[in-house]
């Protein structure tokens, strides 16, 4: 289902020309390539198992063509392959060898390491999707854990994006059910926007705004069918992920999409959460940190800001001094490199600044029916997007992905320091009351459980 507004999603893209999502596009692409690369040579990079699933059938397609294959990078699976900067110094120097294109086929880790790669040999690449399990396949930028810490570096989406709804389908019913998670992840992502704007730290740009929520709620309501493996839910579900990752496209910021829900995943992905002999998707780990933002949110909607003192909230932040040791106290026990705590030392206090949290607080005190009403609408009730998780196969509690459930919600604490990306996690801290909201969320006796 090609909407008007995907197609206005594809369009509005600086750096993506095409998109393939039907069952003949695995062969189409070959015939895209040799228009856009006349005599250029081809590498596909895949992983094993996405190799079988569509990487050979590529290949196959590109040769009766007459193009040029170099021989196929294809990592061994297991063990699982991760998004660490080994892996992309590993194919950009492989890269140097030929000036071949490069052709991604594979899920959201194969992307990211190829985009990046790709990038840095001075290229473009082609991303084939094997699974609709993440909203990476179509944004600029690629997540990566370098030096310990997990971060977004820069590069050029891809020039097309191909994938076959059968393929798809085919994938491990995990990669689908974690496709759900982190396009349901937008809801979170969308109120802290709304609250990130409300008190002039990041306004709102009403396009990148309508490209990630207006067909949200709508692509997110079959999540049984998804499920159950149906093609064309599958598939919605796949033009849903990359019509935010064309939002990312557009506005060159990954904040139309990504909120505080992803910082709780990016805690996790910096300590490198293995969860019944394989390391939690992304999306997984997203539908967690989705949930915990809901619940946060609800108990502040709950609680309401009338109390809050601006002045006398922004007065009791902590010292550069004592805030260095509210980091270090975080990460105790966390597994997280030295090299995460380190960036999350330089980013909370690098952003801890009374002034601007005086304004912020002003703002949203001011504003507060119509934000809190703003936030209301935005998210889904909490009961309603556990019931939607459960019946999309996603985790529902912090168990099903190996956390303990406290460990997991105060997860918000190291969350809200490891990015200068204002959320509601930041709000409630300059207000002085995340802990007060962390407490009653742990307290509650049917959140995150
Ligand atoms: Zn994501």
Redesign the pocket.
């Known amino acids: 289902m090609q909407t008007a507004l995907l197609k206005s999603a594809l369009d509005s893209a600086t750096e993506t020309e095409e998109m393939l999502v039907d069952s003949g596009s695995l062969e189409s692409v070959a015939r895209l390539f040799a228009e856009h690369f006349p005599g250029r040579a081809a590498v596909i990079v895949a992983a094993s198992d996405t190799w079988t699933a569509a990487g050979s059938r590529v290949e196959k397609a590109f040769r009766s063509l007459g193009i040029r294959c170099e021989k196929p990078v294809v990592f061994a699976i297991p063990p699982f392959l991760h998004g660490d900067y080994d892996h992309i110094a590993e194919l950009r120097d492989g890269f140097a060898a030929h000036d071949a294109i490069p052709i991604a086929v594979g899920g959201?880790t194969i992307n990211d390491i190829v985009k990046r790669a790709s990038s840095e040999a001075g290229r473009r690449y082609i991303c084939v999707a094997t699974a609709a399990s993440?909203?990476?396949y179509t944004s600029s930028g690629a997540?990566i854990l370098k030096d310990g810490f997990k971060q977004t570096l820069a590069c050029a989406a891809p020039i097309f994006v191909v994938a076959d709804p059968d393929v798809l389908a085919a994938a491990p019913a995990y990669l689908t059910s974690s496709g759900y998670g982190?396009l349901a992840?937008k809801l979170v992502a969308g109120s802290d926007w709304i609250v990130a704007d409300a008190v002039g730290s990041d306004p709102i740009n009403a396009y990148a705004f309508r490209l990630t929520q207006e067909e949200l709620r709508t692509r997110l309501s079959g999540p049984e069918k998804a499920a159950a493996g149906d093609p064309e839910a599958i598939m919605g579900l796949f033009e849903g992920l990359a019509m935010t990752g064309f939002s990312m496209q557009f506005l060159k910021s990954s904040r139309p999409?990504?909120g505080c829900e992803?910082l709780f995943?990016h805690v996790w992905e910096m300590e490198d959460l293995y969860f019944e002999g394989r390391p939690v998707t992304?999306?997984h780990k997203?539908a967690i940190g989705t949930l915990a933002a809901t619940a946060l949110s609800e108990v502040l909607l709950r609680r309401g800001f009338a109390d809050i003192d601006p002045a006398a909230s922004a007065g009791g932040l902590p010292s550069s001094e004592a805030r260095a040791r509210e980091v270090v106290d975080a990460f105790k026990g966390s597994p997280a490199a030295r090299g995460a705590v380190d960036a999350a030392l330089k980013v909370a206090t690098a952003k801890l600044d009374p002034k601007a949290a005086i304004v912020h607080l002003e703002r949203a005190k001011d504003r507060w029916t119509e934000v809190s009403g703003r936030v209301a609408a935005q998210l889904e009730p909490y009961a309603e997007l556990r019931e939607a998780f459960r019946k999309a196969g996603c985790p529902t509690k912090p168990e099903d992905i190996g956390l303990n459930r406290e460990y997991a919600i105060r997860t918000a604490f190291r969350a809200q320091m490891i990015r200068d990306r204002y959320t509601v996690l930041d709000l409630m801290y300059e207000a002085r009351i995340l802990d007060e909201c962390v407490g009653a969320v742990i307290a509650d006796g049917t959140y995150l459980r």
């Open positions: 959201g993440v909203d990476g997540a982190d992840s999409v990504s992803h995943s992304h999306g997203v």
